[in-house]
């Protein structure tokens, strides 16, 4: 995702406001209007090298090829699966892309409707085409857990900055978690953990725009398991 | 428009029924983010009339055959609410609000970066709540703000508001009693960046001068429009932070 340069105001924003005039190149959200940078959606001001952009606050989220999503089937065809990865466009899952070996038809033995599956994006194409593969390693249908749905803006937050929020969870709740670049978050362990893992998720969407949000988090964790430091623990000696 | 009444809509002292001069707006209010369930919402209040907008999208386009394989379509839907006007209105669409949903929805498109969403739809719903003339303004000043809210792509936010001629005299934003024994009523939309008029109606008669001058008070208008928009835009992510900071 974007670079966040280190903190300084965050300054929000709203479409066609100036960004810039005095020659930066646009940006991401970013256009030219009379020699001046302009913002296009609404969100953060960010400046990136000579370039300025803007960093959304809300907006649906759009796959690029290589994106790891969550999605549910919400249709079945004889030679594919209708996938809602939360985009504007449906992506269908092609049998040729799942590790089975599927006969025609037969699409719905393997996937029925409901079933979650952690997908990546193959391809996007000028038409906003969506392809969508499990071939790859770790792809596969997702049982038991939970899932939480977040504004994909707020996905970078809730993996912090080189994954220091979501390996925290996990240490700390020792739970699995899988973040799919969607906003679609699997969340599995005990019972317990699994609730705390889930609330620290959602507070982390409510706080997105507060700073040193891995702290906070992880003060709620501590207050919510007073054991979770053992884990942590437990972690660092083996 | 009737255009002729034995009522005073503008005193000797260039004062106006409800106590306006003659460049002055009713007062505004804007709120963003109003609404749980919808990707953008904004709730605007100008002098009586209240109005809603909800936006939903980009989403995939039904029906099917309304789909453009360039870019989004934007669709709109303005409704009056049966109670919105002293005499209750039938509800359901007619062809006056079949042609504000048009306007706006071509107004919108002018701003709205469409071709980055192929074959989508962005859906915009206004609900007049109450209506005190220039309900075509405050739905469109509405709706702009709720896209931005919605985090749609766009190259700027729409202001609008009216101008017209009521006894005889160039005044803004008409309300009730001066659109509808004034002479002309003249709606307007413009994008701050460049001016650029997105909408323009008339519905009566001015020379045109008065419609030069008529334009010209709009316009100005409309900035202060945008500053209050963009205002309400702002206030709804620094009040979080401000708690946070506490």
Redesign the interface.
């Known amino acids: 995702m974007e670079r966040r340069n280190a903190r300084q105001t965050r300054e929000i924003v709203v479409p066609g406001e100036v960004l810039d005039g005095t020659g930066m190149k646009p940006g991401e959200n970013a256009y030219v209007l009379d020699g001046k940078v302009r913002a296009s959606v609404m969100g953060v001001r960010n400046v990136f090298q000579n370039t300025v952009g803007v960093i959304p606050l809300r907006g649906c989220y759009m796959p690029t090829s290589g994106d790891t999503v969550i999605g549910v089937i919400v249709d079945i065809g004889p030679s594919n699966w209708l996938v809602d990865i939360g985009a504007p466009y449906p992506a269908p899952l092609h049998v040729n892309e799942v590790p089975w070996k599927v006969e025609f038809g037969d699409t719905s033995r393997y996937l029925s409707m409901g079933n979650v599956v952690l997908l990546k994006v193959l391809s996007v194409d000028e038409s906003k085409k969506i392809q969508v593969t499990m071939k790859d390693s770790g792809l596969r249908k997702i049982e038991g857990g939970r899932l939480v749905k977040i504004p994909h803006s707020k996905v970078s937050r809730v993996i912090g900055k080189s994954g220091s929020m979501i390996s925290m969870l996990k240490n700390m709740t020792d739970c699995r978690i899988t973040v799919g670049q969607n906003g679609m978050i699997w969340i599995d362990g005990d019972d317990e953990n699994a609730d705390v893992a889930v609330m620290a998720v959602k507070m982390i969407e409510a706080k997105a725009q507060a700073g040193n949000l891995t702290d906070r988090v992880k003060e709620f964790i501590e207050s919510k398991l007073p054991q979770s430091e053992e884990y942590d623990e437990d972690e660092g000696e083996e | 428009m009737s255009g002729h009444t034995d009522m005073v809509l503008v005193d000797e002292n260039g004062m106006r029924i409800d106590g306006r001069t003659e460049e002055q707006h009713r007062p505004i209010k804007i709120e963003a983010g109003v609404l749980n369930n919808a990707?953008?919402s904004a709730y605007v209040e100008i002098g009586k009339n209240k109005v809603l907008a909800a936006v939903y999208?980009?989403?995939?386009c039904h029906p099917r055959h309304l789909q453009n394989?360039q870019k989004a379509i934007v669709q709109c839907k303005y409704n009056m609410q049966a109670f919105s006007v002293s005499d209750r209105k039938r509800p359901g669409p007619d062809r006056r609000s079949i042609e504000i949903s048009k306007i706006i929805s071509e107004a919108l498109e002018r701003?709205v970066?469409t071709e980055l969403?192929?074959?989508?739809s962005i859906d915009v719903y206004i609900e007049i709540l109450q209506a005190n003339a220039g309900t075509r303004c405050a739905g469109l000043t509405a709706a702009s703000v709720a896209l931005?809210?919605?985090?749609?792509?766009?190259?700027?936010?729409v202001p609008a508001i009216a101008a017209g001629k009521a006894d005889g005299h160039v005044l803004l934003d008409l309300n009730k009693e001066e659109d509808n024994y004034g002479q002309a009523d003249v709606p307007i939309a413009i994008?701050?960046?460049?001016d650029e008029i997105v909408l323009l109606q008339m519905d009566g008669n001015m020379t045109r001068e008065e419609f030069d001058h008529a334009i010209e008070l709009a316009v100005n208008a409309c900035h202060e429009v945008h500053d209050l928009?963009?205002d309400a835009?702002?206030r709804r992510?620094?009040k979080?932070?401000q708690e946070?900071s506490e």
């Open positions: 990707d953008g999208g980009p989403r995939e394989p701003v970066l969403y192929p074959r989508a931005a809210d919605a985090g749609i792509p766009m190259r700027d936010i994008m701050p960046s460049t928009q963009v835009l702002k992510y620094s979080p932070a946070e």
